[in-house]
C-alpha cells in the first residue's frame, strides 16, 4: 500500500472516530430518577423532541422524558409532578375509564361510564403496601359502592410481573364509599400488571394498570401446589380464537388421584390466561363440581402466540396454583 493510501485510511478512520465521539456526547443524558418516576406510572419513557399541545416545539432538541398519553411528551420532572399532580386533584392517582352500556327498552340504551382510578403505593419488594382503587360513576360524580358478588368475591384482582414468572390473585374489600383495598406485598423486582375485575349491574368491567417495583431483588417463584401434581393433558395444536377443551388431573407424589372436593371460590377450579405482551387477559371457570380429580376448562385463546396459563383450586382449604406455556397458533 502507498503512502498516500495510508493517510487517506488514517483520515477516514480518525473523522468517523469524530463523528462517533461528537455523537455520543450529543446524546441526551436520562434522568433515572424521573423515569422510574414515569414508568412506575404507567407511561412510556421515551427520547423524542418535546411537544405543546400535541405539536413538535420548533428547534427543540430531543430529550428523554415521559410519554403521558393524550398530553404530551414531558421532559423534565418538574413539569411532569406539575402535570399529574393536577390530574390528581381531579382523581386520585392515574386514571382509567371502564365504559358499560345497558340496554334499556327498545329504543333506548342507557350507558353508564365509570372511572377507576389506582393510588399507587410506595412499593419496595418483600414490603407490605395498600393497593387501592376507586370507583366513580362519570354522571354522577358519585363513588360506586354496589359491586355484585362475583365467585364470592366483589372484587379480583391479578398480578403478574411481565416476564410472566410471578402470578398472584387477591380481593380487595371495600373500605369507604367507592375505595377498595387489600394489602399486598411483591416478592421480586420489576414491572407488574394488575388487572382488576368487578361487576355493575350485571356489567362486567375489567381495567389493567402497571406498578414499578424498584430495585433488583428477585425471588423463587411461589410453589404453591405443596405435594401435589397437576398433568396438564395438552390438546395437540391450539388455534386462536377457537374453542378448546383444556384438561387437567390431579395427583398426590405417589400419583394417587387427589378429588376435589372443596370449592375455590365458588367454582371447582379458576383459569386465568394472559400472553406474552400482557394484552389478552381471561379468566374461566369449571363449575360442574363433580369431585373428582379431573378439571376441565372450555376455552377459547384470542391471540396467537405465547400464552400462559394458572389454574387454581382449593384442596384441604388451601389454595394451589399451576401454571403451564400455551402455544397458540
Ligand atoms: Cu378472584
Known amino acids: 500500500m502507498s503512502k498516500m493510501k495510508t493517510y487517506n485510511l488514517f483520515f477516514i478512520v480518525f473523522v468517523g472516530f469524530l463523528f462517533f465521539i461528537v455523537s455520543c456526547t450529543n446524546q441526551p443524558k436520562e434522568d433515572i430518577e424521573f423515569k422510574q418516576m414515569c414508568q412506575g406510572a404507567g407511561y412510556e419513557w421515551m427520547l423524542m423532541k418535546p411537544t ?23 421532559c423534565s420532572m418538574e413539569k411532569f409532578e406539575k402535570i399529574t399532580g393536577n390530574m390528581e386533584s381531579d382523581m386520585p392517582s392515574m386514571q382509567h375509564m371502564a365504559m358499560t352500556a345497558h340496554a334499556g327498552t327498545r329504543n333506548s340504551v342507557d350507558i353508564h361510564l365509570y372511572k377507576v382510578g389506582f393510588i399507587r403505593p410506595d412499593v419496595q419488594p418483600g414490603k407490605e403496601a395498600l393497593l387501592k382503587f376507586t370507583i366513580n360513576d362519570i354522571q354522577s360524580k358519585k363513588p360506586v359502592s354496589n359491586l355484585e358478588v362475583i365467585h364470592d368475591k366483589i372484587m379480583h384482582i391479578v398480578l403478574v410481573r411481565d416476564d410472566l414468572k410471578h402470578f398472584d390473585h387477591v380481593h380487595p374489600k371495600m373500605v369507604e364509599s367507592g375505595g377498595f383495598a387489600v394489602p399486598y406485598e411483591f416478592l421480586a423486582s420489576g414491572l407488574y400488571r394488575i388487572w382488576i375485575d368487578f361487576t355493575i349491574d350485571g356489567m362486567q368491567h375489567i381495567v389493567d394498570f402497571d406498578i414499578n417495583v424498584p430495585g433488583d431483588v428477585e425471588s423463587e417463584e411461589k410453589n404453591l401446589l405443596d405435594g401435589i401434581k397437576v398433568n396438564f393433558l395438552t390438546p395437540n395444536e391450539i388455534f386462536a380464537d377457537k374453542e378448546i377443551e383444556l384438561k387437567f388431573e390431579i395427583f398426590d407424589k405417589n400419583n394417587k388421584p387427589v378429588p376435589i372436593t372443596e370449592k375455590f371460590l365458588a367454582a371447582d377450579a379458576h383459569l386465568i390466561s394472559i400472553d406474552k405482551s400482557l394484552e389478552e387477559f381471561e379468566h374461566n371457570h369449571d363449575e360442574k363440581f363433580d369431585k373428582d380429580n379431573k378439571i376441565s376448562f372450555i376455552h377459547a385463546f384470542e391471540k396467537a402466540g405465547k400464552h400462559k396459563i394458572w389454574i387454581q383450586f382449593s384442596v384441604g382449604g388451601r389454595t394451589k396454583t399451576a401454571n403451564s406455556d400455551v402455544a397458540v397458533k
Do not use: L, N
Not at 405543546?52 to 414531558?74: L, N, P, R, S
Open 52 to 74: 405543546q399541545d400535541g405539536k413538535f416545539i420548533k428547534d427543540a432538541e430531543q430529550c428523554w422524558g415521559c410519554m403521558i398519553e393524550g398530553i404530551e411528551h414531558v
